[in-house]
């Protein structure tokens, strides 16, 4: 007998689909291509340091929670001040390269948003099982509406709530607390499922959830985090294995 619960909130972003994962690799391309502007425009810089540059200005950038807040809702224009901040730490400035390089990753990614494959299959069978269910992602309204759209996941989902329409996102206690509520399910009764430690492990459990931590790549827990997921899965159909719900790794 399969341990289900009687509700589930997802994740949408490195969760159903590949959205950002692997940044490192992903600006690594992305500047290969741009490689003899780069090296011809921003003195001493090859394509690794412009990369190293970005991804620590890209840190830096949303280390601050309140101001991330306001710029997931606009990653266009957040990821152009990122990659001015890494031409910055190299001490160079070229606004239009920086814009044109930003846009550029934001086309990438975009292109390259794939669907984990087992999702529709996981999420169907969960349902099945009259598992009841939310999608819960942070990001602006249409940006995210359009990837439910285009991965046909609306069906699935008794309540779709994304920060932009709601007002508040991830890890907001509130966010979690309505969706319980528009699922007509109490906290313990509950799983949230997602990549993000702080957002869909740590501050779920501080509420009573089950904090399960999908790790797609087996990359394991970071050194030094704090966060104790109930479960880590390696794959959504994972969810439909039986696992001891008393086991809470320490
Ligand atoms: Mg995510």
């Known amino acids: 007998m399969i341990h ?108 390259e948003y794939a669907l984990c494959p087992d999702a529709h299959d996981t999420l169907a069978t969960l349902r099945r099982a009259g598992v009841r269910l939310a999608l819960v992602t942070n990001g602006r309204g249409e940006v995210q509406r359009a990837k439910i759209e285009r991965f046909d996941l609306a069906r699935y989902f008794d309540h779709v709530q994304i920060e932009g329409e709601f007002g508040r996102g991830k890890p907001e206690p509130d966010v979690y607390r309505h969706a319980l509520g528009k699922l007509g399910c109490a906290a313990p009764d509950a799983w949230m499922v997602g990549d993000n430690l702080e957002w869909e492990v740590v501050t779920p459990q501080r509420l009573g959830l089950r904090g399960i931590w999908y790790d797609p790549d087996g990359d394991g827990l970071p050194a030094g985090s704090g966060a104790r997921p109930d479960r880590i899965i390696a794959r959504l159909a994972d969810l439909l294995i039986d696992d001891n719900p008393s086991t809470r790794a320490e």
């Open 4 to 111: 289900l619960p009687a509700a589930i909130l997802f994740d949408l972003d490195d969760t159903i689909i590949r959205a950002y994962a692997k940044p490192v690799e992903a600006w690594g391309r992305l500047l290969s291509r741009y490689r003899e502007t780069l090296e011809g425009g921003v003195p001493g810089a090859d394509v690794e340091a412009v990369r190293d540059a970005i991804l620590a200005s890209a840190n830096a950038f949303w280390k601050d929670q309140a101001a991330a807040a306001r710029w997931r809702l606009d990653i266009v224009g957040a990821r152009r001040l990122v990659v001015q901040g890494g031409f910055a730490r190299l001490g160079h400035r070229d606004d239009d390269l920086a814009t044109r390089i930003a846009d550029a990753f934001t086309e990438m990614r975009q292109a």
